[in-house]
């Protein structure tokens, strides 16, 4: 039986087969099923954001999607591409019209890379320090983020021992699920 990428408690093999949740949308300009992180949410609150979206989710990007991102330039330049611009219909064409459906689909993982590229930004910072402190709800699969409720437990934590979240940078220590505080320098292009 292939497991759902949400109930995974460690990281995703690569070239390994999962059911991933996709969306079928135009990403500046190119139509395709994206694989993407639930939940569907808006980010009024910290990012000013308040249409409905998803973040794609890089592990599961095929070769042409992963290009099309700027991966030929490096996983860093197609990171922050697809973390700055998420999938919505907030052009104005489409922003009275609802997102499409979730459809889960047989897909690959293609890269472990998650790294969060923006976490030196303000608005990152204003986030981290709402949930300073702030003790995580652990699922099945691990903790899982507070600020969207995203199940971390396919992320492996990083050398200091925090699991960063990739729709928005919250990072939580990976021993008990405590959200750190302050801002901390952009990741690298090691993803």
């Not at 922003?95 to 690959?108: G, H, S, T």
């Not at 302050?182 to 090691?190: E, N, T, Y």
Request: overall charge positive; charged content about 20%.
């Amino acid at each position: 039986m292939i497991e759902r990428i949400t109930n995974l408690s460690a990281p995703p093999i690569v070239g390994r087969f999962y059911l991933v949740p996709t969306v079928e949308l135009e990403w500046y300009g190119l139509t395709s099923a994206w694989p993407v992180f639930l939940p569907k949410h808006e980010d009024a609150r910290f990012f000013q954001f308040e249409h409905d979206h998803y973040h794609i989710d890089p592990r599961f990007l095929g070769a042409r999607q992963w290009r099309f991102a700027g991966g030929g330039r490096g996983a860093g330049y197609a990171l922050d591409r697809l973390q700055r611009a998420p999938l919505s219909n907030s052009r104005w064409d489409r922003k009275d019209k609802p997102l499409p459906p979730i459809a889960w689909k047989r897909v690959k993982c293609s890269r472990l890379a998650t790294a969060y590229q923006h976490g030196d930004q303000p608005n990152v910072g204003f986030l981290r320090q709402h949930y300073a402190g702030h003790q995580c709800k652990r699922a099945r699969s691990g903790w899982v983020c507070p600020h969207q409720n995203w199940p971390m437990g396919s992320l492996e934590p990083d050398a200091d021992g925090f699991i960063t979240c990739p729709l928005h940078g919250l990072r939580v220590r990976a021993s008990d699920g405590i959200a750190e505080p302050g801002l901390v320098p952009a990741l690298s292009d090691a993803a």
